[in-house]
């Protein structure tokens, strides 16, 4: 089966930029996207579609996909965007299953 | 406004049953494919099932094949899930969640989730 790997964790100062990257064979090829979840909440989607932003979603978040990672931009981070992140993809390859990344937790100093 | 209300969690024994549902509102529920995901206490997120339009086609993550059935009632704007056989492994916090009108779509609509725990 396909997967997704992301870093356990990444930290950032507020106002700076997090970066987050979700790595997978060939990913360039799929279609990516990309999930926030707060604490005791359900996941809201952020990016779809590698780069296109759901309305409400700040412009602060972005994404590209290319070769064999996607990453997920946060720019001039906020204390808000603490949360854990989510990259999502599908896989027609592998019985038509839907595949969640490894999960980040990012951390707002 | 779209809203996904889940129900039917609780305790169950290993080797149990199980039926989930999830109560949709505030779109045109038989337009889009509809997708169970589950999140074992913290882990994180794990699709388990898709179920097309009209039910004419699903899919399951490997884990739960034979064992869980993914259904819908468009009449009644609602989607189930129904779990055999359960195991300690298969406790989590249940999502029903909405993705579009074809594979390969974001999951943009998600319930609040119900919890499943699997223990004698």
């Known amino acids: 089966s396909y997967v997704l790997t992301q870093p356990p964790s990444v930290s950032v100062a507020p106002g700076k930029t997090a970066r987050i990257t979700c790595g997978g064979n060939n990913i360039g090829s799929k279609s990516v996207h990309w999930y926030q979840q707060k604490p005791g909440q359900a996941p809201v989607l952020v990016i779809y579609y590698d780069s296109d932003r759901p309305s409400g979603i700040p412009e602060r978040f972005s994404g590209s996909n290319s070769g064999n990672t996607a990453t997920l931009t946060i720019s001039r981070v906020e204390a808000g965007d603490e949360a854990d992140y989510y990259c999502q993809v599908w896989d027609s390859s592998s019985d038509h299953q839907d595949v969640f990344g490894t999960g980040t937790k990012v951390t707002v100093l | 406004e779209v809203q996904l209300v889940e129900s039917g969690g609780g305790l169950v024994q290993p080797g149990g049953s199980l039926r989930l549902s999830c109560a949709a509102s505030?779109?045109?529920?038989?337009?889009?494919?509809m997708s169970w995901v589950r999140q074992a206490p913290g882990k994180g997120l794990e699709w388990v099932a898709n179920?097309?339009?009209?039910?004419?086609?699903?899919y399951y993550v490997d884990s739960v094949k034979g064992r869980f059935t993914i259904s819908r009632d468009n009449a009644k704007n609602s989607l189930y899930l129904q779990m055999n056989s359960l195991r300690a492994e298969d406790t989590a916090v249940y999502y029903c969640?909405?993705?579009?009108?074809?594979?390969?779509?974001?999951?943009?609509?998600w319930g609040q989730g119900t919890l499943v725990t699997v223990s004698s």
């Open positions: 505030g779109f045109t529920f038989s337009s889009y494919w």
């Open positions: 969640a909405s993705f579009g009108t074809a594979l390969a779509s974001p999951f943009d609509y």
């Open positions: 179920i097309k339009q009209d039910g004419s086609e699903k």
